[in-house]
């Protein structure tokens, strides 16, 4: 089950993930709550988790 569509090959895809995560600076509390904010609206973890057969970690607080 593909968790992302792209137009390239898989190998390429995951080539230029590794490339831009060695240029991007999560230390900005702007950039790190745009991120949130993205994985909130776009990503439907419990269906994702269902589908993967695995379960949401128990927070430790």
Known sequence: M???AV???TLSTVERIDEL???VRLHQ???V???QDLVATHLDLPRLLT???LKLPVSAN
């Open 2 to 4: 593909p968790i992302l």
């Open 7 to 9: 137009d390239s090959d």
């Open 21 to 23: 995560f060695g240029q």
């Open 29 to 31: 509390p702007v950039k």
């Open 33 to 35: 709550q745009c991120v």
């Open 51 to 53: 589908l993967l057969d």
